[in-house]
């Protein structure tokens, strides 16, 4: 589709096509195919987009998402021929154009943080230059989401990856939709619980029980795990004194795992001359040593072989991407793992469509 929405080109042919969805980051993109005088025109209009910074979007009969072209290969070999290589990432991806320009404090619910952030910097800034026409936040009606606080300070970060870094932060995903007016619908969302841990949905387990698990790849290490960490803030500029705070589990003896953070950044003067509570102030303490805890956690990975043709739990029918599921290993090992990704490749073999997971807990020996 072109920038105005309008379908330009219908790709009922090509070589092989890679379309990947994920959770809490953005999906992307490629197909490749045999360039021909076919193919002639639809080149030089994307050649003309690029150079000109507008659009070519692309989608997919079989998804909800919209992908926007930003590379563009042709290559010619003497044996296999000339081909042309689209490349490109999804809709979410437009958040990476824009950087948060002033200095933005952050205390309050997550949905509402996350909804100043766009407003401020996509949907109505106050250099009307910086705006994206069409954009929209779609507030959260789950009140799990609605229940999670932050309390954080951003200056020149760029856009995508702070909500990336919250969602992550939170297990939350976002996606960005084209609505029926061509609007870009922003929408923070959770999966949905479907393992064992629940008694509200149906099940879903894959497993040789089953018949829908052929195999799995484990890994599990603690090598790179803390649990613990002593967040030390601002000089109180009264001998070597410092603002800290403990934040972490309450594990003890050869269990706690101590990590040391250090924070002055975090300053409570504000920049009208002000100071902060020290209720604030220590609630901005918390989010970075959380940030810290997160990024040094277990390292628990799970490569499932799933049977995609099993009838027994259809994706999109009995779980969709987000979702938490029950993955029961050859091994023994019972996961909770949620479905961060989907991916979805034609190529001269045929169809195959798998999901990725990322591992939420274990049961078992």
């Known amino acids: 589709m072109d920038d105005t929405f309008k379908s330009i080109y219908l790709f009922d042919s090509f070589e092989s096509l890679i379309w990947t969805e994920r959770y809490d980051t953005a999906g992307d993109f490629e197909i490749y195919t045999p360039y021909g005088p076919d193919l002639k025109e639809l080149v ?34 003497e044996t296999t021929g000339s081909h042309l290589k ?24 997550v949905d509402y943080a996350i909804n100043r952030l766009l407003n401020e910097n996509v949907i109505s800034p106050n250099d009307s230059d910086r705006k994206i026409p069409g954009f929209v936040y779609k507030k959260t009606i789950d009140e799990e ?30 996606r960005i939709r084209l609505d029926d ?15 064992y841990d629940q008694t509200k949905n149906a099940y879903v387990e894959f497993s040789s029980t089953f018949e829908n698990l052929y195999g799995s790849n484990l890994l599990k290490s603690n090598r790179t795990l803390k649990t613990v960490t002593l967040v030390a803030g601002e000089d109180l500029k009264v ?38 509570s020290d209720e604030e102030y220590y609630a901005k303490l918390e989010y ?17 072989s799933i049977d995609t043709t099993s009838e027994n739990f259809v994706y999109g029918k009995d779980y969709f991407i987000g979702d938490i599921v029950q993955v029961v290993t050859e091994y023994g090992i019972e996961t909770k793992a949620r479905v961060t990704e ?24």
């Not at 003309?48 to 590379?71: C, H, P």
């Open 342 to 365: 989907m991916v979805r490749s034609y190529d001269l073999s045929g169809y195959s469509a798998y999901p990725t997971f990322t591992v939420m807990d274990e049961k078992g020996d």
């Open 86 to 109: 689209l490349t490109g990432s999804s809709l979410e991806f437009i958040l990476d154009r824009r950087s948060i320009w002033k200095q933005t404090r952050l205390d309050s619910k």
């Open 181 to 195: 007016q061509n609007q870009f619908i922003f929408e923070l969302y959770q999966g949905i619980d479907r393992s």
């Open 145 to 174: 989401i609605d229940k999670l606080k932050i309390s954080k300070q951003y200056t020149g970060d760029n856009l995508y990856d702070i909500i990336v870094e919250i969602c992550q932060l939170y297990g939350l995903g976002f």
């Open 44 to 77: 030089q209009f994307i050649s003309g987009q690029l150079n000109r910074l507008k659009d070519t979007y692309v989608w997919f009969s079989e998804s909800e998402a919209v992908m926007i072209i930003d590379t563009m290969e042709l290559t010619e070999d």
């Open 239 to 276: 001998g070597d004194s410092r603002k800290t705070l403990i934040v972490g589990g309450s594990e003890t003896g050869l269990s706690r795992r101590e990590l040391y953070t250090d924070a002055r950044d975090i300053q409570s003067e504000l920049e009208n001359g002000t100071n902060m």
């Open 288 to 304: 970075r040593g959380l940030e810290k805890l997160s990024e040094n956690k277990s390292t628990k990975a799970i490569e499932p």
